[in-house]
């Protein structure tokens, strides 16, 4: 059975890649602010599973492969009360670092996993995983340079764990995968509720 990946992380791809899976990735054109503004009262969990859904079913319509699945997933940063998503310049990457440093943080991914069959979504299942991120309070001039770098304007948060932002973790408490993108515990188990199991997907060696 075909992988699709409904994202253009290379994260997630990476991810995914390392633990077996080659899928074929197709990114979905998704108006996430106005999406967004149409559920102003959900839940962080509920807003970033409706993200990953809408960007499922969107690449699921259209995906050349007839029997596959499609798994899409969106991460945010809740923080202070707030779900943040990828910063939109330098000066508000720095902003967020100057709030994250020294406390903690929940990253938060949507997953949507679709099933396919003749082409047509078959089975949906959904879920979400939360993980909790210590921040290390990085110096001015840390700071600086890891902004010269442009990888926080990429990214949730405006940080990775698996990049430049990971000396500037301290410690994660929950699925260290969910902090790059994608969950593979519970896109495991995702996919076993549609009656697909993960072993069967992975790529010859």
């Known amino acids: ?10 994260a997630r791809l990476s ?16 108006d996430e602010d106005a999406l967004l503004a149409a559920i102003p009262h959900a839940t962080p969990t509920e807003k970033v599973t409706s993200l990953a859904g809408a960007k499922a079913t969107t ?5 050349r492969f007839p029997d596959a699945v499609v798994i899409g997933c969106d991460s945010m940063l809740h923080i202070g009360g707030e779900l943040v998503g990828k910063p939109v310049d330098v000066e508000d990457a720095r ?14 991914t949507g997953h949507t996993v679709l099933r396919m069959a003749d082409g047509k ?16 309070e990085p110096t001015d001039a840390e700071l600086d340079a890891y902004l010269a770098t442009r990888e926080p304007l990429g990214v949730a948060g405006a940080f990775t764990l698996d990049g430049l932002g990971g000396w500037f973790v301290e410690g994660i408490d929950g699925d260290p995968s969910n902090v790059i993108g994608i969950s593979l515990p519970l896109t495991r188990r995702l996919l076993a509720g549609l009656g697909v199991t993960v072993t069967d997907l992975w790529s010859p060696s």
């Open 59 to 63: 690449i699921a319509r259209r995906t």
């Open 15 to 30: 991810v995914l890649r390392a633990a077996g899976l080659d899928p074929t990735v197709e990114i979905a054109d998704v």
């Open 121 to 136: 979504i078959d089975r949906v299942a959904e879920g979400h995983a939360v993980t909790v991120v210590r921040f290390a």
């Open 95 to 108: 902003r967020r670092w100057r709030r994250m440093a020294g406390g903690t943080g929940e990253l938060v």
């Open 1 to 10: 059975m075909h992988v699709v990946l409904a994202s253009a992380s290379p």
